[in-house]
């Protein structure tokens, strides 16, 4: 818990200076680009089209006389009805993949007519009114593409005179340039429930963009009972935000949960809590539950629920243990839910070796050449919080597969200080040939015995720097990115446009990797009564922490000697209760180099090395 302590105070000081000198980069700034073709877009939830209840009406665009088409704008590009499967669709974007698409799809290709387009304003609307008499709850799924890069507005509209139009928003939130294949689930209850007439409509407002395309519609008896995560969050540290992967010698614990639910139920629903389990493998570890129960949420409204992260209930993964966990939310509620299986979600993550990650998987791609002002030598890449001493050996990127075949990148690291981002390594220019690209690339920084060595409780920033601007001025390089994930994108990433720094919504696929080290074994030594844990951190500084165990009481003491064998701390630590224990060890006085611990319980002991670099 001190360390934790330590966290907090540290990471507040560098938070707020870290909020002072970036700002995030301006919409306009971002170029329209052609999608990568091996993007693997984000399923924004997993509900099947068909939600709950009977189906009123449904429709697959096989019978284009179900639709009228129109347009309120002169710029001649309207909806239509495509069978197409050309790739180029959208400028790159790409033909919808639903379930029925092969016998139609709804198409609105705003990238088409060109940056002349001027304003566009289209809709395809139901052809007959459908009547809803007797139904007090109704919704709408339809499976769909989207990808949006200016302001663009994508609605369903809902009219029950065929006049006059309420306008639902979908896709509100969507990351610029980015598609997204996923179900849409509406409850439209408040605007049509029990009416004998009622028209459904798409409608496409913006200025020359990408696309939208629909298919597979089906409306349905809507949930009376029905609350849903959006999503889920989990913080490191302080403001550390979340980590995919840690070393097992750079853990840290988990400051902060939170999760946005929805109620997309008919009625008002009480009493909503929220749970969380924490589980190594299939063990459950920890467990906590809210802040305080949520006395009500309205139909159709959304809020956060947060956890209860009191100091009594902070989880850390074990010290220097290769693990992978998952955190699983329940949100539950008086009333019995009739979805139940979209009120539970799970983030996971992994401690192993040497990898420092932020990235859950691969949903878009970026990098400076993405933006009006990117040159050659902008930079791309991830900040990160590292709370112990330890050596860096490389970074990672996934370069994607429309980076420019020849251009060249250096890898760099910086040190996120009080005033100033600090260069602390960078790698050789490396040049890109077609083996790199779609894929994984690794390059070890260029070291010299002391920078590689990071300091304690400091914030890095860790990316590559690009040039591609004399091979073609057209290309660019670019590395995968999450913009799906449980990110707070303003502590996770970061670009660098001349001198100018910002974040980004979206999570380079950067990784730093620290120097392997093959532990004496891994994870927890037995000896008989005692079991005893490597030190951490491992490189020392001026503390490091054992932690051991015994099965029954015992008088224990730790005697550490040098290299030569030279006693330099002899410690009784008394009298000690079966059960788990953690000595702080003051290595303040001690020179650099290699040391050897022994620790004794009773007749029981055990050897250990450390070592301690100033």
Same mark, same amino acid.
């Given at each position: 818990?001190? &360390?934790?302590?330590?966290?907090?105070?540290?990471?507040?000081?560098?938070?707020?200076?870290?909020?002072?000198?970036?700002?995030?980069?301006?919409?306009?700034?971002?170029? !329209?680009?052609?999608?990568?073709?091996? /993007?693997?877009?984000?399923?924004?939830?997993?509900?099947?089209?068909?939600? #709950?209840?009977?189906?009123?009406?449904?429709?697959? #665009?096989?019978?284009?006389?179900?639709?009228?088409?129109?347009?309120?704008?002169?710029?001649?590009?309207?909806?239509?009805?495509?069978?197409?499967?050309?790739?180029?669709?959208?400028?790159?974007?790409?033909?919808?993949?639903?379930?029925?698409?092969?016998?139609?799809?709804?198409?609105?290709?705003?990238?088409?007519?060109?940056?002349?387009?001027?304003?566009?304003?289209?809709?395809?609307?139901?052809?007959?009114?459908?009547?809803?008499?007797?139904?007090?709850?109704?919704?709408?799924?339809?499976?769909?593409?989207?990808?949006?890069?200016?302001?663009?507005?994508?609605?369903?509209?809902?009219?029950?005179?065929?006049?006059?139009?309420?306008?639902?928003?979908?896709?509100?939130?969507?990351?610029?340039?980015?598609?997204?294949?996923?179900?849409?689930?509406?409850?439209?209850?408040?605007?049509?429930?029990?009416?004998?007439?009622?028209?459904?409509?798409?409608?496409?407002?913006?200025?020359?963009?990408?696309?939208?395309?629909?298919?597979?519609?089906?409306?349905?008896?809507?949930?009376?009972?029905?609350?849903?995560?959006?999503?889920?969050?989990?913080?490191?540290?302080?403001?550390?935000?979340?980590?995919?992967?840690?070393?097992?010698?750079?853990?840290?614990?988990?400051?902060?949960? &939170?999760?946005?639910?929805?109620?997309?139920?008919?009625?008002?629903?009480?009493?909503?809590?929220?749970?969380?389990?924490?589980?190594?493998? *299939?063990?459950?570890?920890?467990?906590?539950?809210?802040?305080?129960?949520?006395?009500?949420?309205?139909?159709?409204?959304?809020?956060?629920?947060?956890?209860?992260?009191?100091? *009594?209930?902070?989880?850390?993964?074990?010290?220097?243990?290769?693990?992978?966990?998952?955190?699983?939310? *329940?949100?539950?509620?008086?009333?019995?839910?009739?979805?139940?299986?979209?009120?539970?979600?799970?983030?996971?993550?992994?401690?192993?070796?040497?990898?420092?990650?932020?990235?859950?998987?691969?949903?878009?791609?970026?990098?400076?050449?993405?933006?009006?002002?990117?040159?050659?030598?902008?930079?791309?890449?991830?900040?990160?919080?590292?709370?112990?001493?330890? *050596?860096?050996?490389?970074?990672?990127?996934?370069?994607?597969?429309?980076?420019?075949?020849?251009?060249?990148?250096?890898?760099?690291?910086?040190?996120?200080?009080?005033?100033?981002?600090?260069?602390?390594?960078?790698?050789?220019?490396?040049?890109?040939?077609?083996? /790199?690209?779609?894929?994984?690339?690794?390059?070890?920084?260029?070291? /010299?015995?002391?920078?590689?060595?990071?300091?304690? /409780?400091? #914030?890095?920033?860790? @990316?590559?720097?690009?040039?591609?601007?004399?091979?073609?001025?057209? @290309?660019?390089?670019?590395?995968?990115?999450?913009?799906?994930?449980?990110?707070?994108?303003?502590?996770?990433?970061?670009?660098?446009?001349?001198?100018?720094?910002?974040?980004?919504?979206?999570?380079?696929?950067?990784?730093?990797?620290?120097?392997?080290?093959?532990?004496?074994?891994?994870?927890?030594?037995?000896?008989?009564?005692?079991?005893?844990?490597?030190?951490?951190?491992?490189?020392?500084?001026?503390?490091?922490?054992?932690?051991?165990?015994?099965?029954?009481?015992?008088?224990?003491?730790?005697?550490?000697?040098?290299?030569?064998?030279?006693?330099?701390?002899?410690?009784?630590?008394?009298?000690?209760?079966?059960?788990?224990?953690?000595?702080?060890?003051?290595?303040?006085?001690?020179?650099?180099?290699?040391?050897?611990?022994?620790?004794?319980?009773?007749?029981?002991?055990?050897?250990? !090395?450390?070592?301690?670099? !100033?």
């Amino acid at each position: 818990m001190k &360390k934790t302590l330590l966290f907090l105070l540290i990471a507040t000081f560098s938070v707020s200076v870290f909020g002072q000198m970036v700002q995030q980069v301006p919409d306009y700034k971002l170029k !329209k680009s052609h999608a990568v073709k091996d /993007d693997v877009y984000h399923l924004t939830n997993q509900m099947s089209t068909k939600a #709950f209840g009977d189906t009123l009406w449904q429709n697959d #665009f096989s019978n284009a006389s179900d639709w009228v088409i129109s347009n309120e704008t002169s710029d001649n590009q309207n909806w239509v009805i495509s069978t197409s499967t050309d790739p180029s669709i959208g400028y790159n974007t790409g033909p919808i993949t639903s379930t029925t698409a092969a016998n139609g799809y709804a198409l609105f290709d705003s990238d088409a007519v060109g940056t002349t387009a001027g304003t566009q304003n289209a809709h395809i609307t139901t052809a007959s009114p459908l009547d809803f008499t007797g139904v007090s709850g109704i919704a709408i799924t339809f499976q769909q593409r989207y990808r949006r890069w200016q302001t663009t507005v994508v609605s369903v509209g809902i009219s029950t005179d065929g006049t006059t139009w309420t306008y639902i928003p979908v896709n509100v939130g969507v990351p610029m340039s980015t598609a997204i294949v996923d179900d849409i689930n509406l409850n439209l209850s408040t605007y049509c429930a029990n009416q004998p007439q009622v028209w459904i409509r798409f409608n496409y407002q913006g200025n020359w963009d990408y696309a939208w395309m629909i298919d597979d519609i089906y409306v349905i008896e809507a949930a009376d009972n029905e609350i849903l995560i959006e999503k889920s969050w989990a913080t490191f540290s302080y403001r550390a935000g979340f980590y995919s992967m840690m070393p097992r010698r750079q853990v840290q614990p988990i400051i902060t949960y &939170k999760t946005a639910i929805f109620n997309n139920g008919n009625n008002d629903q009480t009493n909503i809590d929220l749970g969380i389990e924490v589980f190594k493998g *299939t063990e459950l570890m920890h467990t906590l539950g809210s802040t305080g129960v949520h006395a009500q949420l309205n139909s159709l409204l959304r809020d956060t629920i947060w956890g209860d992260t009191s100091f *009594t209930t902070i989880f850390e993964p074990e010290l220097d243990m290769r693990a992978d966990y998952s955190i699983v939310y *329940t949100v539950t509620q008086a009333e019995t839910d009739q979805m139940p299986l979209d009120n539970i979600d799970t983030l996971h993550f992994s401690v192993v070796d040497s990898v420092l990650a932020r990235d859950t998987r691969r949903t878009t791609y970026t990098g400076p050449a993405r933006y009006t002002d990117g040159v050659d030598g902008d930079f791309i890449g991830v900040r990160g919080y590292v709370p112990y001493s330890d *050596t860096v050996a490389s970074i990672s990127c996934w370069i994607t597969s429309n980076s420019l075949e020849g251009g060249s990148i250096i890898g760099r690291l910086y040190e996120v200080t009080s005033t100033d981002y600090v260069p602390v390594l960078e790698t050789n220019m490396y040049d890109l040939d077609s083996t /790199d690209l779609g894929g994984w690339l690794t390059l070890p920084y260029i070291t /010299d015995g002391v920078s590689e060595l990071t300091a304690d /409780d400091a #914030f890095y920033i860790w @990316g590559i720097e690009t040039y591609w601007q004399t091979v073609d001025p057209n @290309g660019g390089i670019y590395v995968g990115a999450d913009n799906a994930g449980p990110h707070e994108y303003n502590y996770s990433s970061s670009l660098r446009l001349g001198t100018d720094w910002y974040y980004i919504d979206q999570v380079p696929m950067c990784r730093l990797n620290f120097k392997y080290v093959t532990p004496e074994s891994v994870g927890t030594l037995n000896t008989n009564n005692l079991n005893v844990a490597q030190n951490f951190p491992n490189p020392a500084n001026n503390n490091t922490e054992i932690s051991y165990s015994l099965k029954t009481s015992e008088n224990v003491s730790l005697t550490v000697t040098d290299i030569t064998g030279k006693a330099v701390a002899s410690i009784n630590l008394g009298k000690q209760n079966d059960g788990k224990h953690n000595y702080s060890l003051n290595t303040s006085n001690f020179e650099s180099g290699i040391y050897f611990y022994t620790l004794t319980a009773g007749n029981n002991s055990k050897n250990m !090395k450390m070592t301690v670099v !100033k």
